[in-house]
């Protein structure tokens, strides 16, 4: 299937039918993008299989999603059946060998492959505030967030981490304003329940450690094949933020780790994006940028991005306009949108004498497609008509039982299968609290105790003349002295107990007008 640095897609036809030539993707210019289009049933999943193999098999390692569990058979051999002898008939695919891939199942919620995990600390603040679609004020206190997190020793991995902090900055905020500058309570109140909102559709599952290594995604076998990185999208597609969360880490990690290498003879990585409407439609605004960035500046590292998708219109045209090879397969154009989507098509390409291309997008057969690649210095060849080859792999999903055997001897296996919660943010700050709520209860009981004492032995009572007994209390085992008949109150003591009396009038009045606020003198 590769000949010459080239992989094998399929041999075009002649307008009589008869076989033209063999149509094949230059890997020199595989990292220059590209778009497979089609109406459901068309066979795109199929050209995606063969894309892989052929990259596999050029030692270049492939990423992609796998939406409706069907691209699982990569990694088991072929089976001989009729329809597929019958292709390989028709375009002269002599011998058509079978094979198995290597390939490594990913799932972010761990059922279907091994975990994908990133930490809330390698998502960042800025990252994190655009796929919330935050305003500037919450971008702002994320970014205070990390900030204290940083200072501090913080570590920030899962979603408790990072909700534990906003909790401490929300109970704290006065003070925490003084030295980070505002920090509403209403903006942490409003990323918190953001955050809620990615937790209800799973991020729990993909923030924590241990984190996933792009290196891990861009292994080679012994014998030099590509390894096929398949990421289960069928229940992940039904939480497009957090698949967008993870496609936008997944890119930024990308730009922030591989070095320019300018244009090499092979890609070092290829992305498909099955179902790539998916990936836009109701997509934040920030993930599109992101992907537009992507694509016109990973070129030079390497990487190649392949969209597959059922109809052209569903990739934005800035994008569209940077995917140089095009594998177009039929669109039915029985409305209005796709009567436009097949004259999008058709004029994308580089027009062929023999044929209409707007004609014949809509009279293809299954496995049948309209192919251009990129060819001597880059420019895009004349579009053919083409049939695809068949895979050399299993057509169709390998089952339960061989999924758990391919991922038993998966080069990643026991890497990411286990979660691992070391300390972080939210043990730090419990800790805090808890020893807070110690000291706290500490003091309180410290108060009590004088109190408690003062009271038993009768300190706590009035010492003011006239609001107790003022005398000194008698020596323990003393007797009082008998008082027997009236005895007359000396001038002193009248004078003390007309004193007392005024006194105590004042300070009760007082004590009323402080409480009812509305007592007149």
Same mark, same amino acid.
């Given at each position: ?421 070391? *300390?972080? &943010?939210?043990?730090?700050? %419990?800790?805090?609290?808890?020893? $807070?709520?110690? !000291?706290? +209860?500490?003091?309180?009981? /410290? ?23 003022? *005398?000194? &209390?008698?020596?323990?085992? %003393?007797?009082?002295?008998?008082? $027997?008949?009236? !005895?007359? +109150?000396?001038?002193?003591? /009248? ?27």
């Amino acid at each position: 299937m590769l000949q010459d640095g080239k992989l094998y897609i399929g041999t075009s036809r002649k307008p009589d039918d008869t076989i033209n030539k063999g149509e094949y993707l230059d890997l020199k210019y595989g990292n220059r993008h590209g778009l497979v289009t089609g109406a459901t049933g068309t066979g795109k999943t199929v050209t995606l299989q063969i894309l892989a193999e052929g990259f596999s098999n050029a030692g270049v390692p492939v990423f992609c999603a796998d939406v409706k569990g069907d691209l699982s058979g990569i990694g088991a051999v072929g089976e001989p059946k009729d329809f597929l002898q019958k292709r390989a008939t028709e375009i002269g695919l002599d011998p058509y060998d079978f094979q198995e891939f290597p390939v490594i199942f990913w799932d972010l919620y761990g059922e279907k492959g091994h975990r994908v995990r990133t930490t809330m600390t390698e998502m960042g603040p800025l990252l994190l505030s655009r796929l919330m679609n935050a305003t500037d004020a919450q971008e702002g206190v994320l970014n205070i967030a990390f900030k204290i997190a940083d200072e501090g020793g913080l570590a920030l991995l899962d979603l408790k981490d990072l909700q534990a902090l906003l909790n401490y900055m929300g109970e704290n905020a006065t003070a925490l304003s003084n030295k980070y500058g505002f920090i509403s309570k209403s903006s942490v109140g409003s990323i918190q329940r953001e955050l809620l909102i990615l937790e209800q559709q799973g991020a729990e599952h993909f923030f924590g450690e241990p984190a996933l290594k792009i290196t891990d995604i861009m292994r080679t076998t012994r014998d030099g094949r590509g390894a096929i990185s398949v990421l289960a999208a069928d229940k992940l597609m039904m939480n497009p933020r957090l698949y967008g969360t993870f496609l936008l880490w997944l890119m930024s990690e990308l730009f922030e780790q591989l070095p320019e290498i300018g244009d090499p003879e092979k890609p070092k990585l290829v992305f498909f994006f099955d179902e790539a409407h998916l990936l836009f439609n109701d997509a934040p605004k920030v993930l599109v940028e992101r992907v537009e960035q992507v694509v016109r500046l990973i070129r030079s590292k390497g990487v190649g991005v392949y969209f597959v998708t059922q109809n052209p219109l569903d990739v934005p045209e800035t994008v569209l306009a940077q995917l140089g090879n095009r594998v177009q397969h039929a669109l039915r154009a029985y409305t209005p949108r796709e009567q436009k989507a097949v004259k999008t098509a058709a004029d994308t390409f580089r027009p062929n004498p023999d044929f209409d291309c707007a004609t014949v997008i809509t009279n293809l057969g299954t496995g049948e497609a309209l192919v251009s690649t990129l060819e001597a210095k880059g420019a895009p060849s004349m579009v053919e008509r083409t049939l695809i080859r068949p895979p050399s792999s299993r057509l169709g999903p390998i089952t339960e039982a061989e999924r758990a055997e391919l991922m038993k001897i998966s080069p990643v296996a026991g890497l990411y299968d286990e979660d691992f919660d070391r *300390e972080s &943010a939210y043990e730090i700050l %419990a800790a805090r609290a808890a020893k $807070s709520t110690e !000291q706290a +209860e500490a003091a309180r009981k /410290a108060e009590e105790e004088p109190a408690e004492q003062e009271a038993s032995t009768g300190g706590s009572r009035w010492t003011l003349p006239g609001f107790g007994n003022d *005398e000194p &209390a008698a020596p323990t085992g %003393a007797k009082p002295k008998p008082r $027997s008949g009236y !005895q007359r +109150e000396t001038i002193a003591e /009248a004078a003390m107990k007309t004193v007392a009396r005024t006194v105590a009038s004042s300070l009760g009045r007082a004590l009323v007008r402080g409480i009812l606020g509305s007592l007149r003198r």
